[in-house]
């Protein structure tokens, strides 16, 4: 071989290297006992729905009837898979950074359009809601592990605030809650024998989770039964004519629309509770059972002020809150950043934190999220012991050491627990 062709194939493997660091899949030698993959090979699919007749925030002018649209969305749907005799798991995501200008390739364990593994006994529904700007792929990290444990998982590209569509922020205001009903409302109907979908038969949308980062958190707390303040209708960035009326807590017809097929939730850094969004009494009307996660030193949506004030205020329901001390809004959501965005400080930040390791913070939030989950989805009661732990993970020695953690790696973080009426 020449010394032309060399060069040219030591660039090749270079550039093999470089795309095959975009893994979502790592799983860390110091991860939690439910980190890991489980038993179960993995499929994905992509699929387009349309929302009918909803109200245009994007084309709204104050004073004037909102216009409606009918609402496109783009779903990703993970699944339990049976892979074929010449298939192996492994695949690529093609996608882009938060800044849409540059593609990338994501690379985990799911198979492209892999058959359904469909059995007697249907599997649970997650469904999962991106920040803003975000897209589907973010938390694809969790969205793998969880299919795997024998979840259906649907996360959404929320239009107008994903990474290659960012419009108006009254958009996002709208639309967060009403996309997470909607799309259970889809996949519930798709999953009826006879559909014609590959979820026919597969999913369980009767026994449903809904995970929000950021304004997906926004979102689900709104689901729940987190209804708005009257306040926030006013704000100068929600959507004109106080069209968030409808979502708030004072709409008679608000919490009719709280949905009984959801039966846990995860928030992650929920937006909103900083600038008014709720307030301890429209909390009330949450009793759904929640996780919260966010990290201490988050400046976007606010800890003391933000998820912690949403989580001692929600009283009406029991709750959890795992706190990554020290770390900011970026904590255990994310997938890893990108190696494309390493030359560039902003767009790595995106995706980053200082003090802690992202693929760490993924591994520890897959450990609480299938322990979670395995309690309120599937009646799996011995994953209690991995959520009745002493408070601040620092303190714990002998007997009281975080239960599934190796010694000396539950460090700089707490669960705090609050029972209904507390």
Do not use: C
Request: net charge neutral; aromatic share 10%.
């Amino acid at each position: 071989m020449n010394k032309t062709a060399l060069v040219g194939a030591a660039l090749a493997l270079g550039s093999m290297a470089f795309a095959q660091q975009n893994r979502i899949d790592t799983i860390r030698p110091d991860s939690p006992q439910l980190s890991p993959y489980g038993e179960y090979q993995i499929g994905v699919q992509t699929l387009k729905v349309v929302n009918p007749k909803q109200l245009d925030i994007v084309n709204a002018t104050a004073g004037n009837p909102i216009p409606t649209y009918d609402r496109p969305l783009t779903l990703e749907v993970w699944y339990p898979a049976q892979l074929k005799a010449d298939q192996k798991p492994g695949g690529v995501y093609n996608t882009t950074t938060r800044d849409a200008s540059i593609a990338i390739q994501v690379y985990g364990k799911a198979v492209r359009d892999a058959e359904p593994l469909v059995k007697p006994e249907k599997f649970p529904l997650v469904i999962v809601s991106h920040g803003y700007p975000g897209n589907r792929y973010l938390l694809s990290h969790l969205t793998e592990n969880l299919a795997s444990k024998g979840y259906v998982v649907v996360a959404i590209d929320h239009t107008d605030s994903t990474f290659s569509d960012v419009k108006a922020f009254g958009s996002t205001l709208m639309n967060r809650s009403l996309d997470q009903l909607f799309v259970l409302n889809e996949i519930d109907k798709l999953s009826k024998n006879g559909s014609k979908s590959f979820l026919s038969g597969l999913v369980d949308a009767n026994n449903t989770a809904v995970v929000g980062y950021s304004m997906g958190g926004y979102g689900v707390v709104n689901t729940i039964g987190g209804g708005f303040t009257d306040f926030a209708t006013t704000l100068q960035f929600a959507p004109p004519n106080k069209a968030l009326a409808a979502r708030a807590a004072s709409n008679p017809d608000y919490l009719k629309t709280v949905d009984s097929r959801i039966k846990a939730a995860i928030a992650i850094a929920p937006w909103g509770m900083q600038v008014g969004f709720w307030n301890a009494e429209t909390l009330k009307g949450i009793k759904t059972p929640v996780l919260f996660v966010a990290g201490d030193r988050d400046d976007v949506s606010g800890y003391e002020k933000g998820t912690r004030a949403i989580f001692e205020n929600a009283v009406n329901t029991n709750r959890y809150l795992l706190t990554f001390h020290n770390a900011n809004h970026n904590a255990a959501a994310p997938m890893p950043a990108p190696v494309e965005t390493y030359n560039n400080f902003p767009l790595f930040e995106a995706y980053s934190e200082t003090a802690w390791d992202t693929v760490k913070m993924n591994n520890i939030l897959a450990h609480f999220a299938t322990a979670y989950l395995g309690m309120h989805l599937k009646g799996q009661t011995d994953m209690q012991k991995y959520l009745n732990l002493v408070e601040n993970s620092n303190d714990g020695a002998g007997n009281t050491y975080w239960e599934g953690f190796k010694p000396r790696t539950a460090l700089g973080l707490s669960l705090k627990y609050l029972p209904a009426g507390k």
